[in-house]
């Protein structure tokens, strides 16, 4: 069992950056292990944000390429989102998730996750 915490959500004006955090306390082997980011605004589907694999290479969806960039430490299992330029519509939960396997290729389905975060809420005013 993975349990995953994030922090660093909240409440910027449209133009600011955020830095949300994702720790894994993943105990139990050393695997390898990929870890994504999905996002879930009022009356809306959860959507896939990024994700990263466990060899550094990333992947986003279109509507955040070239504002947030994922990053992580697996020294530490924890994975991070900075979020620049955020924009109201960005305005959701988001989701930390982990995958076990993805060395080379990237996750980017729910489905392809085994463990999930609480989420963290993040509010970007106009």
């Known amino acids: 069992q993975v349990q995953l915490v994030e922090s660093g959500g909240g409440l910027v004006q449209a133009g600011g950056s955020l830095r949300l955090s994702c720790v894994a306390s993943e105990r139990t082997s050393r695997r390898s292990f990929a870890m994504g980011w999905f996002r879930q605004a009022p009356g809306k589907e959860r959507e896939f944000v990024g994700t990263?694999?466990?060899?550094?290479?990333?992947e986003y969806t279109d509507s955040v390429k070239g504002r947030f960039a994922i990053s992580r430490d697996n020294n530490k299992n924890t994975m991070y989102l900075q979020m620049n330029s955020l924009k109201p519509e960005d305005t959701a939960i988001y989701f930390c998730?982990?995958?076990?396997?993805?060395?080379?290729?990237?996750?980017?389905?729910?489905?392809?996750?085994?463990?999930w975060g609480q989420g963290t809420q993040v509010t970007v005013s106009s």
């Open positions: 990263i694999n466990y060899s550094g290479r990333t």
């Open positions: 998730a982990f995958a076990y396997g993805w060395s080379n290729a990237t996750p980017t389905k729910q489905g392809d996750y085994h463990f």
